[in-house]
């Protein structure tokens, strides 16, 4: 396997896609991270809990992060702002699924990343400094942090 040696989060969005090829969802996220646990290549996430995309990591044992070139950006903007609870944010954008044994990424991502879920745990409010919460959970729920297994790397 590929070793993972940039922080690709820092720099570009990403998408997170999990679910089966009939019924999965997708997000945009920016925030992550690689690197090595249990002596094993991860990708740690953070997704709120009222983001549709939740469910579907939390129900299924793999997900999937697919990153893209800069000319993709308004399709990232578009499945990072639209709820899939609300229609077929999809379909507002010019990327094409494609099906993976353990998952979906799209034709256009330049880099993908399967992960198998191998831990997970809720951000602690009391946990966090006073600024970021400023910033970050005012309104909003705190986020609930993925740890998976990178058992794939696909390069186009």
Not at 4 to 31: E, H, P, Q, R, Y
Request: charged share 25%; hydrophobic share 35%.
């Amino acid at each position: 396997m590929k070793r993972l040696t940039a922080n690709m989060f820092n720099d570009d969005w990403a998408l997170v896609t999990a679910g089966t090829k009939d019924n999965f969802n997708t997000m945009t996220i920016s925030w992550g991270g690689m690197g090595t646990l249990w002596s094993k290549p991860v990708v740690t996430i953070y997704i709120r809990p009222n983001r549709y995309t939740y469910e579907f990591i939390e129900n299924n044992d793999y997900f999937v992060i697919s990153f893209f070139d800069n000319k993709y950006k308004k399709d990232l903007g578009i499945l990072g702002s639209k709820s899939g609870r609300d229609g077929d944010k999809l379909a507002l954008t010019s990327l094409t699924p494609e099906i993976l044994d353990y998952g979906v990424t799209y034709q256009q991502a330049n880099k993908t990343l399967v992960c198998k879920k191998i831990y997970h745990q809720d951000l602690k409010l009391e946990d966090i400094p006073e600024t970021a919460i400023k910033n970050y959970y005012k309104d909003e729920p705190v986020h609930r942090m993925y740890i998976g297994e990178v058992v794939e790397i696909i390069e186009k």
